[in-house]
C-alpha cells in the first residue's frame, strides 16, 4: 500500500531494492545519496529517507545493522500462486504509472524480498484490476484495468 500512496516511499524501496539486488546489502549513505539527487539535498529529504528506511526494517524486509549504517535485505519471501502477488504487482504499477513487462516483474527492484513465482502470468491475467495486453514487439505487458 505504501508504495501505490506514496511515490517518495516506493521512490526509496526502488533504490534499496536495486541497490541490495546483487549484493543483499548496502550503506545508508548511498541511499541517501541517491534520493538527494532526484529530491534535492535538504534535511526533510533525508529525514524523511530515514523514517521510511525505520519504516522498512519494521516491517521486516529490510536490517539495520552497524547502527542504521549498513542496510541489509531479508530473505526472499515466495509469493508463488497468491492472490498477494496481483496486488503487489498492482502497487508496482500505480507507483511506476506505467504499464511494465510480464517478463520483467519479478526482477523489479521495488517488490523485495517478494519474489512473485513461475505462475506470475497466470496469476496477474486473472486479476480484475490489471489488464495484460501484447505491444507492438510481442512483448507481454501489464497494465491497469480501466
Not at 539535498?41 to 545493522?65: C, F, K, Y
Not at 526472499?76 to 510480464?102: F, P
Request: aromatic share 6%; proline share 2%; net charge neutral.
Amino acid at each position: 500500500m505504501a508504495i501505490a500512496t506514496y511515490p517518495f516511499f516506493g521512490k526509496v524501496a526502488e533504490i534499496v531494492g536495486r541497490l541490495t539486488a546483487l549484493h543483499g546489502d548496502c550503506t545508508s549513505a548511498e541511499v541517501h545519496r541517491r534520493m538527494a539527487e532526484i529530491y534535492g539535498e535538504r534535511e526533510g529529504t533525508r529525514r524523511m529517507t530515514n523514517m521510511v528506511l525505520q519504516s522498512q526494517a519494521d516491517w521486516g524486509t529490510i536490517e539495520r545493522m552497524n547502527q542504521g549504517k549498513r542496510i541489509v535485505r531479508s530473505n526472499e519471501i515466495d509469493l508463488h500462486g497468491s492472490a498477494v502477488a496481483a496486488w503487489l504487482v498492482e502497487a508496482c504499477l500505480r507507483n511506476a504509472g506505467h504499464a511494465m513487462n510480464v517478463a520483467n516483474i519479478d526482477s523489479a527492484p521495488i517488490i523485495y524480498p517478494f519474489a512473485l513465482g513461475s505462475s506470475t502470468s497466470y496469476v496477474l491475467s486473472m486479476s480484475r484490476e490489471l489488464e495484460m495486453r501484447v505491444d507492438s514487439t510481442g512483448n507481454r505487458v501489464i497494465g491497469l484495468a480501466n
